[in-house]
T-cell receptor
Framework: EPEVTQTPSHQVTQMGQEVILRCVPI?????FYWYRQILGQKVEFLVS????????KSEIFDDQFSVERPDGSNFTLKIRSTKLEDSAMYFC????????????????FGPGTRLTVL | QKEVEQNSGPLSVPEGAIASLNCTYSDRGSQSFFWYRQYSGKSPELIMFIYSNGDKEDGRFTAQLNKASQYVSLLIRDSQPSDSATYLC??????????FGAGTRLFVKA
């Protein structure tokens, strides 16, 4: 069964360093998402991406964050200068379709990357 | 601020019983409603989604939606120990953004 994959599973970095989290969405999916979950807290939407551009982003997704689809398979989240509060689990998700009126297409989540900022 | 509220639990039920999980949301413009299951240290997994008022059944799971009361619930019949997890309620207003509740921890005792 196709699945979303993420690398690395755990990333440890020093405060102020740049990190790139990588995701390989399901191959026929067109919509891509990043979420984060701070330990013990809610899953929070960061950004959605479609047709090589951001379709929606949350207030969390500030100038320190960027996303890119550098080739036909990878989808990346870059944090330019990490802060202690960026420590969290980051989930990538993909869906075949986007929101359309009352319909919805299931978002498939990857296993996550645990980011630890020291 | 758009919010999704859930009782954090834990909710403890005996094996074979019905587990009832509840969720309220603040944005009356919300259109799509989801229940995810999340095992400890794992990613969310979609169990049910519902758009229209009323009940939607899928196997042992029933989602109930009442837009007038801004209330969504999930019933799990014949609960099994493997159902022990955190259940996340999530809401979308029709765009790409999905807002999650903090989740209810469910324990099913064998």
């Amino acid at each position: 069964e196709p699945e979303v994959t993420q690398t690395p599973s755990h990333q440890v970095t020093q405060m102020g360093q740049e990190v790139i989290l990588r995701c390989v969405p399901i191959s026929n999916h067109l919509y891509f998402y990043w979420y984060r979950q701070i330990l013990g807290q809610k899953v929070e939407f960061l950004v959605s991406f479609y047709n090589n551009e951001i379709s929606e982003k949350s207030e969390i997704f500030d100038d320190q964050f960027s996303v890119e689809r550098p080739d036909g398979s990878n989808f990346t989240l870059k944090i330019r200068s990490t802060k202690l509060e960026d420590s969290a689990m980051y989930f990538c998700a993909s869906s075949e379709w986007g929101p359309s009126g009352s319909s919805y297409n299931e978002q498939f989540f990857g296993p996550g990357t645990r980011l630890t900022v020291l | 601020q758009k919010e999704v509220e859930q009782n954090s639990g834990p909710l403890s039920v005996p094996e074979g019983a019905i587990a009832s999980l509840n969720c309220t949301y603040s944005d009356r413009g919300s259109q799509s409603f989801f229940w995810y299951r999340q095992y400890s240290g794992k990613s969310p997994e979609l169990i049910m989604f519902i758009y229209s008022n009323g009940d939607k059944e899928d196997g042992r799971f029933t989602a109930q939606l009442n837009k007038a009361s801004q209330y969504v619930s999930l019933l799990i019949r014949d609960s099994q120990p493997s159902d022990s997890a955190t259940y996340l309620c999530a809401v979308s207003t029709g765009g790409f953004k999905t807002i999650f509740g903090a989740g209810t921890r469910l324990f099913v005792k064998a």
